[in-house]
């Protein structure tokens, strides 16, 4: 059983959609992130919820929006995507301070 | 702010060599340090969490060690392999709460 699930594994999108990626973990973890890898493979945290509680909210532009519906899901939401936002985004978990496991990767590109 | 950086960005070695690799952070208070694993178009693998009251972990061929004091963390891989080519990365947690990230090292172990 995959530990954190994410998908789309792979989206292809014009500039302008709008595009919700899904992250689902079954490990019983409280704290969900999201992370985002650039072209150059630096990886960023975006987003940290604790019991469906936002705890962190790096410097990301509003048009990301992350949605906690309950403690095993954090999905990502993104509005008017543009060029830059092609990455690659990874959901992970955690219970809080302990070893952080990591889905396969979203790969999102804007055309 | 915390930064995280990891030398040398690339290594080449022969098969059965031991390596070592540097990971160096600014700010000292850290709750733990993670190293993890990333194959080409994959995610991340956890390797080894330290700590932060701990000096080193042990798993199989990976030994990571931990100096708080002066910011330091190696990983050292013994008698590497081929199957140990990928992007070692490393990252600090400062409060529990997410993870600060190194550009990595990425390894080639050659037959």
């Known amino acids: 059983d995959t530990a954190v699930s994410q998908t789309p594994k792979y989206l292809v999108t014009q500039m302008g959609n709008d595009k919700s990626i899904k992250c689902e973990q079954n490990l019983g973890h409280d704290t969900m992130y999201w992370y985002k890898q650039d072209s150059k493979k630096f990886l960023k945290i975006m987003f940290s919820?604790?019991?469906?509680?936002?705890?962190i909210n790096e410097t990301v532009p509003n048009r990301f929006s992350p949605k906690s519906p309950d403690k095993a899901h954090l999905n990502l939401h993104i509005n008017s995507l543009e060029l830059g936002d092609s990455a690659v985004y990874f959901c992970?978990?955690?219970?809080?301070?302990?070893?952080?496991?990591f889905g396969e990767g979203s790969w999102l590109t804007v055309v | 702010k915390q930064e995280v950086t990891q030398i040398p960005a690339a290594l080449s070695v022969p098969e059965g060599e031991n390596l070592v690799l540097n990971c160096s952070f600014t700010d000292s208070a850290i709750y733990n340090l993670q190293w993890f694993r990333q194959d080409p178009g994959k995610g991340l693998t956890s390797l080894l969490l330290?700590?932060?009251?701990?000096r080193e972990q042990t798993s199989g061929r990976l030994n990571a060690s931990l100096d708080k004091s002066s910011g330091r963390s190696t990983l050292y891989i013994a008698a590497s392999q081929p199957g140990d080519s990928a992007t070692y990365l490393c990252?600090?947690?400062?409060?529990?709460?997410?993870?600060?990230f190194g550009k990595g090292t990425t390894l080639s172990v050659s037959s």
């Open positions: 990252a600090v947690d400062q409060a529990g709460t997410a993870l600060i």
């Open positions: 992970a978990s955690s219970r809080g301070g302990e070893t952080i496991y």
């Open positions: 919820y604790n019991n469906k509680e936002l705890i």
């Open positions: 330290i700590q932060s009251s701990q």
